[in-house]
């Protein structure tokens, strides 16, 4: 097979296999685990027929059709379908694909589907390293190989955890539906944590040789998308949709052609993404406007986006970003948001202040082994005019990180002092 047909068949599947895996669930009755047995069955049968034969005109509709045809081959093999005749009704029997004037009905209902998937990925009964690799395995069409690359993890143990994931899901028999209202705000927010975990770990990525992990972001962001398209009343939807586009934003800016990690104040600011910064922006006005002034995630994307007001570094407007982590921190305390105030205190109000702020932290056991507590802690004795201190808590962070890109960028600065 030729390189050009493997990277187009790739992508076909990256494209496709959420929307397979979601209606065979679907048709399965929530059997996850079996409903990604066939779709890569269905991807298989492709494999061997499409380097021959082409590509059909609509590969979305030959898989879609190919594996409905498998489900049903399985609902009627199963022991119980006689006697279920009933219950499965009109699944049973092949439905014709719509005409090409019913396209929007058809993704409709895979929209719906891919949104019931979601939440049966990201269920509370799982762990979030589980929901995460999870999450991607179905909705990102990621490889188990590729999940564990991403996250610096043995095959093995990714492996372990996906079909652990699975069993638990089929123990707990977990329904294949979105939550009832009463239920939703609690799913939701498991749903969304898994997201930002993705989105967070390519942004930022916490092991390895590399800063960012691009693919990773963009996974979370076109998760986050279909979440504010199936759920456009939700504000911390479209606040945590606005988070992930205003930071990814900066993506060509964060690092030099070789690799190396950019910090914000010293960050080109022409090679920021502006037309996804107002994507961000417009994302932000719509949670606010839906009343979500305080939730965890618009408040975190006003912070985000007051860093891309400023077309210059220091037109960064300090003192309102230090309210702003101040109203974070009232609406929803945690030592990292404290800490992240810590750094617009110092810049609005000076090192002093900031370093004041800074000293109940240095004891909390939640940031013992942090690496940012101590990066932050020597950005501050910087300030204050104490470079061996200063250098001591840089070289501390640098021994304390597992991204290789980071240790260099805490040593260089260890090194200035």
Not at 9 to 25: C, G, K, V, Y
Not at 181 to 197: C, H, I, W
Request: aromatic share 6%.
């Amino acid at each position: 097979m030729d390189t050009a047909l493997t990277h187009r068949l790739d992508t076909l599947w990256r494209m496709e296999a959420p929307a397979l895996i979601a209606r065979l669930t679907r048709m399965l009755g929530g059997d996850v685990g079996r409903a990604e047995e066939l779709a890569q069955d269905t991807w298989l049968a492709a494999l061997e027929r499409w380097p021959q034969q082409g590509v059909p005109d609509n590969p979305g509709a030959w898989l879609m059709t190919t594996a409905r045809n498998r489900a049903i081959d399985v609902l009627r093999q199963h022991q119980r379908v006689a006697g279920q005749h009933a219950q499965w009704g009109s699944a049973l029997e092949p439905q014709p694909l719509p005409a090409p004037d019913d396209t929007a009905a058809l993704e409709d209902d895979i929209g719906d589907d891919l949104l019931r998937l979601m939440f049966v990925a990201c269920h509370p009964v799982l762990a979030a390293d589980a929901r995460v690799a999870l999450t991607l395995r179905l909705l990102g069409g990621l490889t188990t190989d590729e999940i564990a690359r991403a996250f610096l993890t043995p095959e093995p143990t990714i492996a372990q955890r996906i079909v652990r994931a699975k069993r638990t899901l089929a123990r707990k028999q977990v329904p294949f539906e979105v939550p009832r209202q009463a239920a939703l705000p609690e799913r939701l927010a498991s749903v969304l944590e898994a997201v930002y975990l993705i989105f967070n770990e390519g942004y930022t990525a916490s092991a390895g040789d590399d800063w960012m992990r691009p693919a990773l972001c963009e996974e979370a962001l076109r998760l986050g998308r279909v979440l504010a398209h199936r759920l456009p009343t939700w504000p911390q939807v479209h606040g945590l949709l606005a988070l992930m586009e205003l930071q990814a934003s900066r993506t060509a800016a964060r690092t030099t052609a070789e690799g190396r990690p950019v910090l914000l104040p010293d960050q080109d600011r022409t090679r920021w993404d502006w037309l996804q910064i107002a994507r961000g922006q417009a994302a932000l006005r719509q949670a606010q406007a839906l009343g979500g002034s305080t939730d965890a995630y618009v408040l975190q994307a006003a912070i985000a986006e007051c860093h891309a007001g400023a077309r210059r570094a220091q037109d960064t407007d300090w003192p309102r970003l230090a309210a702003l982590y101040a109203t974070l921190a009232h609406h929803h305390p945690s030592p990292v948001v404290e800490l992240n105030r810590v750094v617009a205190v110092a810049r609005a109000d000076g090192a002093e202040a900031a370093w004041a702020l800074l000293q109940p932290l240095q004891d909390d056991p939640r940031l013992r082994g942090y690496v940012p507590l101590a990066a932050v802690r020597g950005d501050v004795l910087q300030q204050l005019g104490r470079p061996a201190e200063a250098r001591a808590a840089f070289e501390e962070a640098a021994a304390l990180t597992a991204n290789a890109r980071e240790k260099d960028l805490l040593l260089a600065r260890a090194a200035a002092l």
